[in-house]
């Protein structure tokens, strides 16, 4: 449906005029319903090594709907059909994507159109015990960003830490627009086309109880719970917890080194880059 209607914008006439295509996919949003024909056969589905049939404490959100979408504890059964479905509806999606770059070349618009592809969120489907967004591991903030297009290097990857405010700067860089004074981000092309990394450092939020901040390597969650065991902005009473991930040799943080002697430094810095980042945005958790 998004497809053909994308296609067909690209196919009418619009002169020498520009214009921006915004395409929004539902999929692959739950509910996860492949179409017929593009279903994956969940026993050809292999769990991630970080798969736990339930999360070790309270994160503060863990009735939200999104936790509710499977049986507690988790089953690897239940864990593999949703997956088998989101992979489902990912290669439809993808195959999509492929008809409107189609449009593209047969119109005689790609030597002129840049191309973003991209997502909001990721999604946990029994990582860490967990089935939502709702959390800061890296399988729910990390998403794909690809762009391709006129003056856009080919074949190069950008291994900085970016957010989506970087996107809109890349947009404006590319479109030969200023900088938006107002904007936060930068973009991801250098004058010279170089594709450059914005940052190297992220800090991160969700709701009252779940802050993170990371280096290119280290990253730090510090949970928060409510002070009278109600459920603040979540869904749950949450827990006063901290994790610490060495995202290099831990890419599917699964060894919390929080209480390890040897990383205490990299814990206090951290801890301090993320007290200095919440105040330099305001965060009102901290009043």
């Known amino acids: 449906l998004f497809g053909d209607a994308a296609i067909r914008f690209i196919e009418a006439d619009h002169g020498d005029d520009p214009f921006l295509l915004y395409v929004a996919f539902t999929a692959p ?56 479905d989101y992979y489902g509806m990912i290669a439809h999606l993808d195959h999509t994507v492929g008809r409107i770059v189609a449009a593209l070349d047969a119109t005689g618009l790609s030597d002129d159109t840049v191309v973003i592809y991209t997502g909001d969120h990721g999604l946990a489907i029994g990582q860490h015990g967990l089935m939502g967004k709702q959390n800061l591991y890296e399988h729910s903030l990390r998403v794909p960003l690809i762009v391709a297009g006129p003056n856009v290097p080919c074949g190069e990857t950008c291994g900085g830490l970016v957010w989506h405010g970087d996107t809109t700067a890349t947009i404006r860089a590319l479109a030969g627009l200023n900088p938006d004074p107002a904007g936060e981000g930068a973009s991801l092309v250098a004058a010279d086309g170089r594709v450059r990394a914005a940052r190297d450092r992220h800090g991160a939020a969700y709701e009252y109880s779940q802050r993170s901040y990371r280096d290119e390597r280290y990253k730090l969650i510090v949970y928060r719970g409510s002070a009278d065991g109600n459920s603040v902005n979540g869904t749950s009473p949450g827990s006063d917890r901290m994790q610490l991930f060495d995202l290099q040799d831990d890419p599917w943080e699964m060894a919390n080194l929080a209480e390890d002697p040897a990383y205490a430094t990299i814990r206090r810095r951290l801890e301090e880059e993320l007290h200095a980042w919440r105040e330099s945005v305001g965060d009102p958790s901290l009043a």
Do not use: C
Not at 46 to 75: C, I, Q, W, Y
């Open 29 to 84: 949003h739950d509910p996860r319903t492949p179409p017929r024909g593009w279903e994956v056969d969940a026993d050809d589905v292999v769990l991630p090594p970080n798969f736990r049939t339930e999360h070790p404490f309270d994160n503060g959100d863990m009735n939200v709907r999104d936790e509710l979408l499977a049986e507690k504890p988790r089953s690897a059964s239940d864990v593999r059909q949703h997956i088998a």
